[in-house]
């Protein structure tokens, strides 16, 4: 039978790190060690086997627990694997359900925002601030002050009923993303005992969309796009919002990808933009080759903005947008100019030209091939994606090229008030 006991106060203050030495482990009998670490610390700690796993089980630091002290711990854990019972998982739980307990749903949001922030700003993350706005209109109200763990999903279900009530159902899409994502964190990064009430509502009728999806608004037809062009060559020599728009229908990229434009993408020599994939909504590397009238507003550009990181500044966006322009501002700039979701025509978005692009360029006869990669789609095949972003560069360039003059047609012809059948 093995002994107990085997160690003594006297031997306990004997025993002191050297310098070089590794962890060392002394017996005290029964699985119960007296642990020197190279750094001085030392502890109790009892090692056992549980359903055919080693594990171990701190029993508290010396000469603050004394080896009376940690026997005592001991003999009760010793009696809990005895009955199968895990003293580790057990404590371990203890402490997370204390920790638990009364972490309100706003504290757990709160840290995930942070968390989302901090990826972006190390560029693990794309994309920008949308969850705060959704947070604070649509879940906070009802969810915010609640302790998370006691949130039931009949209460997540009556909120996101509510927001599909007022013809919101795209939100509560996106709001169910958010939830998601907030008891993940809650669980894996701050190590919370809760349930997973978004399990049950996984297939729930009442949330399931009923209405037709929403696309961006844009210029159906030449003529409207024209009218749009027009206005925009009115500002183009304006503020870095109005500049920033004027690209927008002239280069095929998303809002996002617009407003952070670094001058180090950008090679004016060579007529192209190399976007990273880290700022890509797909995540694969994009060639933007550059017409002349591009080359020629980049270039004015420069002369305002090339001593700074990004083509577009802001001293405004110092936060989540890392002081360059924020994308809302590419919107508002086509809202002050009357092509909002009021207008008459049915407005038009930023995102709305790459549909223009899409498709009068297709009505045109251009190679859909050639217009799928300059859009930046998603391909199926991931090897094909990373390399696909070069093909086609020559014939891209002639296509960009011949998009512009299209679009100066059309913004001339309606200056002039004339026809667009030559330009069409």
């Known amino acids: 039978m093995a002994k107990e006991n085997l160690l003594t106060d006297i031997k306990l203050k004997a025993l002191k790190s050297k310098p070089g030495e590794k962890l060392r482990r002394h017996k005290d009998g029964g699985g119960l060690f007296f642990v020197v670490h190279p750094s001085g610390r030392t502890w109790f700690e009892y090692r056992y086997n549980i359903n055919g796993k080693k594990s171990s089980f701190g029993l508290g630091g010396y000469?603050?627990?004394?080896?009376?002290?940690?026997?005592?711990?001991?003999?009760?854990a010793k009696a809990q694997v005895v009955e199968g019972v895990d003293p580790a998982a057990t404590k371990k739980a203890a402490i997370a359900a204390k920790k638990t307990e009364g972490t309100s749903f706003r504290e757990v949001a709160d840290s995930w925002l942070e968390h989302r922030k901090k990826l972006i700003k190390e560029g693990k993350l794309t994309g920008k601030?949308?969850?705060?706005?959704?947070?604070?209109?649509?879940?906070?109200?009802?969810?915010?002050?609640?302790?998370?763990?006691?949130?039931?999903s009949r209460e997540i279900l009556n909120v996101l009923l509510r927001v599909k009530d007022r013809g919101?159902?795209?939100?509560?899409?996106?709001?169910?993303?958010?939830?998601?994502?907030?008891?993940?964190?809650?669980?894996?990064?701050?190590?919370?005992?809760?349930?997973?009430?978004?399990?049950?509502?996984?297939?729930?009728?009442?949330?399931?969309?009923?209405?037709?999806?929403?696309?961006?608004?844009?210029?159906?037809?030449?003529?409207?796009?024209?009218?749009?062009?027009?206005?925009l060559e009115s500002v183009k020599d304006g503020t870095l919002a109005q500049r920033a728009v004027w690209l927008a229908p002239r280069v095929f990229l998303r809002p996002d990808e617009i407003a952070g434009a670094m001058w180090s993408e950008i090679n004016l020599e060579k007529r192209i933009w190399r976007v990273d994939k880290q700022r890509m909504k797909m995540k694969n590397d994009h060639i933007v080759p550059l017409s002349t009238q591009v080359i020629r507003?980049?270039?004015?550009?420069?002369?305002?903005?090339?001593?700074?990181?990004?083509?577009?500044?802001?001293?405004?966006?110092?936060?989540?947008?890392?002081?360059?322009?924020?994308?809302?501002?590419?919107?508002?700039?086509?809202?002050d100019l009357g092509f909002g979701k009021q207008a008459l025509s049915g407005g038009t978005t930023t995102h709305g030209f790459r549909h223009c692009a899409a498709t009068f360029l297709r009505e045109r006869g251009f190679n859909g091939e050639w217009i799928e990669i300059q859009m930046a789609h998603s391909k199926r095949n991931t090897v094909e994606a990373t390399y696909n972003h070069a093909s086609y560069l020559p014939q891209r360039y002639q296509m960009m090229q011949a998009w512009s003059e299209y679009l100066d047609q059309l913004a001339r012809a309606v200056a002039d008030g004339d026809s667009l059948n030559e330009a069409a």
């Open 63 to 76: 000469p603050d627990v004394s080896i009376k002290e940690a026997r005592d711990k001991h003999k009760a």
């Open 129 to 152: 601030d949308v969850w705060t706005g959704r947070l604070r209109n649509h879940l906070m109200p009802a969810l915010g002050s609640k302790p998370i763990a006691e949130i039931t």
């Open 168 to 231: 919101n159902e795209a939100t509560v899409s996106k709001l169910r993303n958010i939830l998601n994502g907030i008891y993940q964190h809650a669980k894996v990064r701050m190590g919370l005992t809760i349930g997973e009430p978004m399990n049950d509502l996984r297939r729930i009728s009442e949330l399931k969309r009923t209405s037709p999806a929403k696309h961006f608004r844009y210029a159906d037809t030449p003529e409207k796009l024209g009218v749009v062009l027009a206005a």
């Open 297 to 335: 507003h980049l270039a004015e550009l420069k002369e305002l903005t090339g001593d700074c990181e990004f083509v577009f500044p802001s001293i405004r966006t110092k936060g989540f947008f890392g002081g360059r322009l924020n994308p809302e501002s590419l919107r508002k700039v086509l809202t």
